[in-house]
């Protein structure tokens, strides 16, 4: 392990570094305008709470801004010791962190052979109490492809799925694996919630896949508006190596776009 790696670890530094995280999110909250979206307002929102938040991978970073004064967020981190400075950001953000391994895989025991069971009781429990959960939708390393592992969790807890997109105009995009997003301040934003989706506790193979593909085509739908609403292009969605919709070149990786 390297040398600035160890001091990154350091509790006081991440500390430090989760505080420092987490004032700025709060500045690009503030200083951005915000538009809110959903098919019936808050009025909605409240009655289909607690949900399942389903998100992109690439917009955790910016997942708090979808969070009202009144609600009660959780998600899940893996106990990696690089996931300590989001979890101090986040928790600072007032969203409760779970750290614990996500539920992945078609079924319950895939899901338990790769260590997931731990944190799909946990996000169970969660909902139980009425809080909704955050949680990532991608397969793993595979950029906007829906995983089964939301679904599951929507089949055993009987809570929806409500796909959310949260944008800015002026944002960088880093050049890893889920092309993640992190705002910057004085620009535009938007949150959009789309259509809620249900997953019954029997489902054959066949439905649960039609229902993974739905899922896919409204998380997409709910950031291609998103963006729409600030008047960007959702440059992932057209190809997420960087290549802009109108097929011109993309600004290089970790740059403002």
Same mark, same amino acid.
């Given at each position: ?38 098919? $019936? ?25 979808? !969070? ?25 953000? /007032? ?20 260590? =997931? ?12 109490? $009425? ?26 807890? $009987? ?13 960088? !995009? ?19 919630? /789309? ?46 190596? =960087? ?10 990786? /970790?740059?403002?776009?």
């Amino acid at each position: 392990m390297s040398l600035l790696k160890r001091i990154s670890r350091l509790p006081a530094v991440q500390e430090g570094l989760g505080a420092l995280a987490a004032a700025y999110l709060g500045l690009v909250r503030r200083t951005n305008r915000f538009t809110v979206e959903s098919a $019936g307002g808050d009025a909605w929102i409240d009655r289909h709470s607690p949900f399942i938040a389903g998100m992109w991978h690439g917009q955790h970073i910016m997942v708090p801004f979808a !969070r009202r004064p009144q609600d009660r967020i959780a998600t899940i981190i893996s106990r990696n010791p690089d996931g300590n400075i989001n979890t101090i950001a986040l928790t600072r953000m /007032g969203v409760r962190v779970i750290r614990a391994s996500g539920a992945r895989g078609r079924v319950v025991r895939d899901a338990r052979a790769k260590g =997931g069971a731990e944190g799909l009781r946990a996000m169970l429990k969660a909902l139980k109490a $009425g809080e909704t959960v955050a949680f990532s939708a991608d397969v793993p390393k595979v950029s906007r492809r829906a995983d089964a592992g939301i679904l599951t969790l929507a089949r055993f807890s $009987g809570r929806p799925i409500v796909p959310v997109a949260v944008v800015t105009s002026r944002h960088i !995009r880093f050049n890893s694996w889920d092309r993640a997003c992190l705002g910057l301040p004085f620009g535009r934003g938007a949150v959009v919630f /789309g259509e809620a989706i249900h997953v019954p506790r029997e489902v054959e193979a066949e439905a649960f896949e039609r229902l993974r593909q739905r899922l896919e085509a409204e998380m997409n739908r709910v950031h291609d508006r998103a963006y729409a609403l600030v008047g960007r292009p959702d440059r992932v969605g057209a190809n997420w190596l =960087g290549v802009p919709a109108d097929g011109t070149a993309g600004r290089s990786a /970790g740059s403002p776009a």
